[in-house]
């Protein structure tokens, strides 16, 4: 390997905090791998990871010159492609996750114009409700909504979305139309259960300025917005969802909004990348262009 391929090594290694996972990310042998970090720990003259059966770590020298790879990387990855951007446009693959209803919804439909305006980018496009680890997956970007857990990545907020509570006419002919919070006790709710925790989410309002909660009964738990939404339409219960996901349905008559007084606090809505060092002229037009969708289709 020559050095910059020593270093983009290295850094991979710490991401992922391991050998192997690093190793399948970059399609090369583990041994080769472990071989290019004795490399170039000979090379600069310090230990720069610490090796265990389960987890490898970065030495104070190592998390030093770590921070330091990175941004030569960047640079040399800059240098290399200048003119050819210059020359071509921003060329190259992406590996983007968004929300499956997003993705299905917002993004998929109007993904020929950029594909147009961009003919040297192609997309591994990755739609799923569950939490991908940029690193580990290889991803270049996702798009989050709701209160963010990861650290060590770079956060760019897009906005936040409006939550509503929603029930089925025919649900609410069986059951009656909530009036207020205190009623939620005689109804049901089709409950969902977090895809990566699977811990069941609680009914919220806010209420004079305070946030309330509430473990409601339900006969049915989901872990995606597809089957959560679909038990909604089959009469199954009160849901509380983004109002861009049911605003369809609602327009249809086939939901109904109850407690408009009484929704839950909006959620966030965020792009995460693994380091700005990483952040490569095909990602930044790529971001640009789906911020402004997502502005003009989700929060307006």
Known sequence: MDRIDLFRTFARVVECASFTRAADTLGLPRSSVSAAIH???????????????????????GAAFYERCLQLVADVEE???????????????????????????IIAPVLPEFLALYPEIDIDFGLTDRMVNLVEDSVDCVLRVGPLSDSGLIARSIGELQLINVASPHYLERHGVPQTPADLGAHLAVNYASPSSGRVEDWEWMENGALRSLPMRG????????????????????????????????????????????RATPMPMTLLYPHRQHL???????????EALLRRELLT
């Open 39 to 61: 490399d170039l720990e000979l090379r600069v003259g310090a230990r720069l990871l610490h090796r265990t059966t389960r987890k490898v770590a970065p030495t104070q020298d």
């Open 280 to 290: 490569s002229r095909r990602l930044q037009v790529f971001a640009d262009w789906l």
């Open 219 to 262: 006969r049915v738990t989901v872990n995606n917005a597809e089957s959560y939404i679909a038990c909604c339409l089959a009469g199954l219960g009160l849901i509380q969802i983004p109002a861009y996901d049911v605003k369809s349905d609602l327009a249809a008559g086939e939901l109904v909004e109850v407690l408009p007084d009484h």
């Open 79 to 105: 240098a290399e492609n200048l003119f050819r951007q210059q020359a071509t446009g921003p060329a190259g693959k992406l590996r983007i996750d968004v929300p499956g209803r997003i993705g299905r919804l």
